[in-house]
């Protein structure tokens, strides 16, 4: 009761952007279920039309459009959520500790990561991903790793204000261990900002991967992933083709969802009563 | 001040320290690259004997501790060294590309930066209306398209279909500031509807974040008006997680923007970085490298500084 | 910096011209340049419509990089060849109809057994910077090649050649170490241009050549701007006043500058956009059949591909047809498992077409011994755009014959250095060749640097050297035909696909009506041979 109950009070908004997430996680959980053909199976002639058979028609190879759309879902989601998860986890984590603790362990994590982001986020991924490699889990701990610079970064600044606050101070004489103090203390009142940034990182790992794919190292085919998918097709953009839109507004419709559920959260975490 | 100051030169020295660590791990990266120049120059038109005549020209048949340090010394010497692709001073193959990255960058920073702080603040003095959803849906979508999907749009919009704008933004040499700007029009366009959601939405987020606190409850109480709130009270104690999100995408406006450079023909640096990059052409990677890092490096010790000026909590921290 | 096009281009440009044809276009030599002399419309630069003088020609090319450079022994791509085409004159030039006619020479002679070969100099001609054209400048171009430390892409062209020296000031000898009939198609290799000599080397940095046009800013990866020589030496060539060459590497922007008319021709076509571009009536589309081959190489010495019959069942299992339509859109023509593309005049016509059998692919297995196969197959897209989806496609039809092919893909980086021809089943592509004999020896026969699937046949190899030296021109094909049947039956390399190369035009630019029919934009040569309409 006591998780429903917000919800139905929830803005309209909010309610919408639950009700996209839910149906995409469906969506990627069961894909097998619901695509009528393989990812990767041809299963007809090239540039079949819509309907009929094949739903939203099939691409140049002839493999299912929908299919393909349905089990994008599935890697598209499954690796943007594993890699902002662990952006924060490291990312998130770290910079409170750093602002916490102050001293040495500030100084050398906040030069570690001055360093790493010193470095051009997409040729610091070229450069590790043609060495390593590009598959599933590298690109997933590359981007986590670049994610998690920058995470660190805001979560340090915002906790930075947190901890000069009186109550940080008063906490720290009680005796308060290092957990505690990240728990109970900073994370609720640096919470806002960081939740903000993740619907933001959330959606910038889409991005991310179609920007490596537009220089060769995204998801390889034959995956199917919605950011590739965008590219592979983005040269039929300016002929008024509507095929490279499909995939690009799936991703552009998770990510307006999940802001609305953030901005919903931060709004309720703000404590303001007015509506 | 004083303590400014000194903060100031720390961050600097620290700064350098940095942009000598990110040539070591740049020299080791390319180092670790499949393949040398010798190899990417000649493709597979490359025999044995025409790799190892190419590696003996350039010396790259020494220890890679001779070569960097051979590097790092000519460095300080203010010499960037030649090309390893094509003997050219990397000086001169830098220069105008550097204009041109630094030039696409300001552009975009005086469009996108006020209109996100501006937007912001109306966002958040409005929050919740409709004026609010819409800016924040439409801003969403706009940072929800890949960079080159969003650019693709554009030109289809404004160069296809309307014949107002260039599709493409080569510069001919010697072009007049109009033409540069007229070329320049939709990159920047591109760039700023990328970078202007991330900051409006923080500026959003971290004034409505103040809005609960007790002084501006007080504020409030004593009825001052919600506008006066937000700019006078609010703002000032927002400013840091602002300034750090405003500097974070100005460094991306100048080191990540090479998916607009290739879509738009822009010649910048980000298109010499993957070349030089696919060619090993380590001297090259290097130079670019360390004029982002360093770029990165400033923007980022200003928004520190900016943001402890900001908050006299931290510029007199106790004990 | 998807175009990673630079393998094996000198294999485009030659031509195993039979000897006999050989000694008749030596002897017009001498009569051509008589012609010249009076304004005589030549065999060869003829042009079928009247040009118009003047104008800008624009070009958004593909293959251009921020590390090339003016020393022609690294250009590797469109840009400079296309570039630096219209800067510089060869010895011998490929016309329209793929035979070489004379260029910088006048004429050449060779001895009986095709090893000593004199070119002999057109007079009168100057470089850009006033100085006329001599020996010393041919032979410091063409040492500029050759030596220990050469580190050109165009030494391996040169391998023949032992000694290159001067013979008073306007003829140039040649020893090879053994015969070759194709010799003056060997100089017309768009790496071997002529330049200025100048303290004991040649003089690359100058970017001063004796071509149509003068070098006036070379910005590498970004643009080449280029204006007409006032005083070039050959007629009724060279009609635009000025050239630009714009570095486009992106597929989608080539288009959209043709589109909106920022450029007049473009190449390296998408071709998804084909259909859509073809229904713009101010473009048209330029297709140049059979430029490049694609194959599947299998590791001849490999345990898995040792067996002939496991190398024909997978050649039975791949359907050519529908890969020329998913992968090449229908640019292009299907492979017979050889790589002379059809059309050119050394084709077995008389060889039967291999067809798509899952049957047929069966039997072989069988043959070999087994039921089933699985086999690996390292795919990149470094071969050529669409390279994965091929393998995928044929990795689909192969199941039919009960062959199971892992496809697994290769980062494009590094693969040719560090897949192909490592690993027993990969991908690759070849620029075509216009003469059997040159793409016989570097990708089929024994010990070549390139043969891709280490093939050992000794019948082929003896073959090989045989027609080499085949005066007779009939006696020569029947070895050619020999040697296709040989590939394809015994062969390590499935040869699927003759793609096209594809670019388009805007109608403001015009030709002759006929353009070369190899290698991209007419030959690479549209600057001089293309003009405004």
Redesign the interface.
């Known amino acids: 009761m006591s998780l429903i109950k917000p919800l139905l009070r929830a803005p309209l908004s909010a309610q919408f952007g639950l009700l996209v997430i839910v149906l995409y996680i469906l969506v990627a959980l069961f894909a097998p279920v619901l695509a009528p053909f393989g990812e ?3 299963v007809g002639e ?1 540039f079949a039309p819509w309907g009929g058979q094949f739903l939203l028609g099939t691409d ?3 493999r299912d459009m929908f299919s393909r759309l349905v089990y994008g879902a599935r890697n598209t989601l499954g690796i943007a959520f594993l890699t902002t998860l662990l952006a924060f986890a490291v990312g998130g984590f770290c910079g409170l500790v750093a602002a916490i603790r102050g001293g040495w362990i500030d100084q050398g994590l906040s030069r570690l990561v001055d360093i790493l982001m010193a470095i051009p986020q997409l040729i610091f991924a070229l450069l590790i ?2 060495v390593v ?2 598959n599933a889990t590298s690109l997933v701990l590359v981007i986590a790793l670049l994610d998690a610079t920058r995470v660190f970064r805001l979560s340090r600044a915002v906790a930075m204000t947190v901890v000069v606050q009186d109550f940080v101070e008063a906490a720290r004489l009680r005796g308060e261990g290092l957990w505690w103090l990240v728990s109970r203390e900073v994370l609720p009142n640096a919470a806002a900002p960081l939740i903000a940034e993740f619907g933001l990182r959330f959606c910038f790992v889409f991005l991310f991967i179609s920007a490596l794919s537009f ?3 995204g998801i ?3 995956t199917a992933d919605w950011g590739s998918m965008v590219r592979d ?7 008024g ?1 509507i095929s490279p839109l499909l995939p690009a507004l799936a991703v552009a419709l998770i990510t307006v969802s999940v802001n609305f559920v953030v901005d919903w959260v931060l709004h309720k975490s703000s404590g303001l009563k007015e509506c | 001040m004083n303590s400014l100051c000194k903060l100031l030169l720390q961050r600097l020295a620290l700064g350098l320290l940095s942009l000598f660590a990110v040539s070591v791990i740049i020299f080791l990266a390319v180092g670790m ?3 040398d120049v ?2 990417a ?7 044995p ?2 790799v190892a ?2 590696r ?2 350039l010396g790259l048949d020494l220890p890679p501790l001779t070569r960097f340090g051979h590097w790092a010394w000519q460095l300080l010497h203010g010499d960037l060294g030649l ?1 390893l ?4 001073p990397i000086a001169e ?1 830098i220069g ?1 590309r550097l204009g041109n990255t630094f030039t696409l960058a300001l552009l975009a920073a005086l469009v996108s930066v006020p209109a996100a702080l501006l937007l912001g603040m109306l966002a958040a003095l409005y929050r919740n209306s409709w004026f609010d959803r819409l800016l924040n849906t439409s801003a969403l979508s706009a940072v929800s398209f890949p960079e ?1 999907f969003v650019a ?1 749009i554009l ?1 289809l919009v404004f ?2 279909k309307l ?1 107002w704008l ?3 933004s ?1 510069l ?2 010697g072009a007049s500031f109009a033409e540069v700007l007229e070329r320049s029009l939709l990159p920047v366009l591109t760039l700023s509807l990328v970078v202007i959601a991330q900051m409006m939405r923080m500026t959003r987020a971290a004034l409505i974040n103040l809005l609960a606190s007790p002084y501006i409850e007080m504020a409030r109480l004593k009825g001052i008006s919600q506008a006066r709130i937000i700019f006078h009270h609010a703002l000032p104690n927002a400013l840091a997680p602002i300034i750090n999100v405003v500097a974070l995408n100005l460094a991306y406006l100048v080191v990540g923007v090479v998916v607009v450079e ?4 822009y ?1 910048g640096l980000g ?2 970085l ?3 990059v ?2 090993r ?1 380590i001297p090259v990677v290097q130079a670019c490298s360390l004029i982002f890092a360093a770029t990165y490096i400033l923007l980022n010790t200003t928004a520190d500084v900016l943001s402890i000026a900001s908050n006299p909590r931290l510029m007199h921290p106790k004990g | ?2 175009d ?1 096009n ?5 294999a485009m440009h030659d031509s195993g011209l039979p000897r006999r044809d050989f000694l008749k276009y030596s002897a017009t030599a001498a009569a051509i340049a008589g012609a010249f002399s009076l304004g005589l419309p030549l065999h060869g630069w003829a042009e079928e419509a009247t040009p118009k003088a003047g104008g800008v020609l624009r070009m ?1 090319l593909a293959g251009g ?7 022609p022994g ?1 250009w ?1 791509d469109t840009f400079t060849f296309v570039g630096f085409s219209a800067v510089y004159n060869t010895l011998s030039e490929i016309s329209v109809d793929g035979t070489a006619i004379p260029e910088l020479a006048e004429r050449w002679e060779s001895s009986p057994d095709a090893r000593i070969w004199t070119f002999t100099l057109r007079q009168g001609v100057t470089f850009h910077n006033g100085k006329t054209l001599d020996a010393g400048d041919v032979v410091a171009s063409i040492q500029h090649h050759l030596g ?6 165009a ?2 062209v040169l391998g023949d050649v032992a000694k290159v020296q001067a013979q008073g000031n306007d003829a140039v000898v040649f020893v090879l170490h053994s015969g070759n009939a194709d010799f003056a198609y060997v100089v017309a290799d768009y790496h071997l241009v002529i330049m200025p000599a100048k303290d004991g080397g040649a003089d690359w940095q100058a970017g001063v050549g004796t071509g149509g046009y003068r070098l006036k ?1 070379f ?5 080449m ?1 280029l204006e007409r020589s006032p005083d070039y030496w050959k007629a009724g060539r060279a009609h635009f006043a000025s050239a630009e060459l ?8 080539r ?3 043709l ?2 008319g ?1 450029v007049d021709v473009i190449n390296k076509v ?1 071709l ?2 084909v259909a ?1 571009l073809k229904r713009n009536p101010n473009l048209v589309i330029e297709e140049t059949k059979g430029a490049q081959h694609y194959t599947f190489p299998m590791l001849t010495d490999s345990q898995q591909f040792q067996d002939n019959n496991i190398r024909l069942a997978l050649k039975h299992a791949i359907n050519r047809e529908t890969l020329l ?2 992968v090449l ?1 229908g640019y292009g023509q299907i492979g017979n498992d050889h790589p002379i593309q059809p059309g050119s005049r050394f084709i077995n016509s008389a060889l039967e077409q291999r067809g798509y059998d899952p049957d047929k692919a069966r039997f072989y297995l069988r043959q070999a011994g087994v039921d089933s196969l699985k086999v690996r197959l390292q795919a990149s ?1 470094a071969a050529y755009t669409g390279a ?2 091929a393998s ?2 044929f990795k ?1 039809q192969a199941r039919q014959a009960g062959i199971d092919i892992d ?1 697994v ?1 290769e ?4 693969f ?3 897949v192909w021809m490592k690993q027993p089943f990969t991908t690759s592509f070849w620029y075509s060749s216009l003469t059997a004999d040159r793409m016989f020896s570097i990708g089929y026969a024994k010990g070549a ?2 043969n891709e699937t280490h093939w050992d046949n000794a019948r082929f190899n003896q073959l090989l050297n045989a027609a080499r030296g085949e005066m007779n021109a009939p006696l020569r094909q029947e070895m050619y035909n020999e040697m296709q049947a040989l590939c394809r039956d015994e062969g390590g390399a499935i040869v699927p696909l003759f793609a096209s190369s594809v670019a388009a035009r805007s109608k403001r630019v015009a030709h002759g009506g006929l353009t070369a029919p190899y290698g991209e934009l007419d030959g690479l040569r549209l600057i001089e041979r293309w003009w405004q309409a």
């Not at chain 3, 714009?246 to 922007?253: E, R, V």
Request: hydrophobic share 40%.
């Open positions: 990767t199976e041809v090239g140049n190879l002839g991903l043609s490699g590009t220089l060769g190292l390889q085919p034959p097709n983005a040269v039929l953009i300016t002929f083709d | 690259l499949p393949g010798a190899q120059m000649l493709g597979q038109a490359a025999t004997e025409t005549a190419f003996a020209q090309s692709a094509n003997q050219r193959l105008a080159f693709y030109i160069a296809v014949n260039p599709s493409i080569n001919a040499p290739v879509v738009f023909v010649p298109q010499l993957v070349d030089s696919a060619k052409d | 910096m998807s990673n630079n393998k094996i281009t000198q958004g990089s921020t590390t090339d450079s003016r020393d690294s590797s220990d430390k050469s580190t050109s892409a030494k391996t800013g910005e590498p990866g970004v643009r701007d714009l570095a486009i590497a992106d597929g989608a922007a288009v959209n500058a589109v909106t920022q998408d998804k956009t859509l339509a998913s859109y897209d994965v989806d995928v496609l689909e496809v893909r980062p494009a980086d590094g040719f250095s560090n640097a390139w």
